[in-house]
């Protein structure tokens, strides 16, 4: 019907039976033979051998898929292993809702003119256990993780395996950020039930805070596995994380 100068085909003998398959190779064949350029995409190597001059292997969708599978493993088993160390939970879960009762129990939430204007003490305190919430994963979970991976030997099985580093690295962000978000979340509904905390009157202003709080822990927290030992990540964790608990905190603004 006509005489073009590129022909695409797409699967063209995926079905065929392999006498079928044969006479379609043939007329491929004749095509190109007339000075015709053919694009063939194809699933079978041996067609690809017979008929093409140059071939392109495209395996970028299956290594994405690969990608992603990887991340939602890897997540899913940071998550697991997250629930199985004691310590870690009673920090990030346990510890601030500890203090919230305590020193809601001792100053409750009246508001007060003289100090704390038209809010009351635990508007002012419940962003830094929040801020706690953070400092745990970061300071304790994250590089006693980081360090106990590298003395088992598992970042090396790792980086020899398929598995791409970023699925492994965003695995650890998605858990921690959802253990930071989960510990939040405890804070706030047990200050609101409770105490009956006042809503942000910024609210993304609030979120911006609480992803800075997210990076910068987070980043001490991989500074901290640089330690060769778990235990030693362990106790630096805990004298940096207990420092700042002590000398940090949130109040209003002086007038």
Sequence with gaps: ??????????????????????????????????GTSVVLVTHFMEEAERLCDRVLVDHRPQERRMSLRALQTSAWIEAKLFVREPMTVAFTLVLPLLFLFVLGGVFGNTPSAKVYGEHGPLDFYVPTYIGLVWASVGLLALP?????????????????????????????????????????????????????????????????????????????????????TSRGALGAGLGLFFVMMMLSGAGPRSR
């Design 1 to 34: 019907m006509n005489d073009p100068e590129l022909v695409f085909l797409d699967e063209m003998t995926t079905g065929l039976d392999p006498a079928a398959r044969h006479i379609a190779w043939d007329l491929v064949r004749a095509v190109r033979d007339a």
């Design 144 to 228: 006693v993780h980081l360090a106990r991976y590298r003395e088992d030997g598992v970042l090396r099985r790792l980086r020899a395996s398929a598995a791409p580093r970023w699925a492994v690295f965003g695995s650890q962000a998605i858990v921690a950020s959802a253990i930071a978000l989960a510990g939040g979340a405890l804070v706030i509904a047990a200050a609101a039930l409770a105490y009956h905390i006042h809503p942000p009157r910024v609210p993304a202003g609030v979120l911006a805070a609480w992803l800075l709080a997210g990076v910068v822990f987070s980043c001490l927290g991989i500074l901290l596995s640089c330690i060769p």
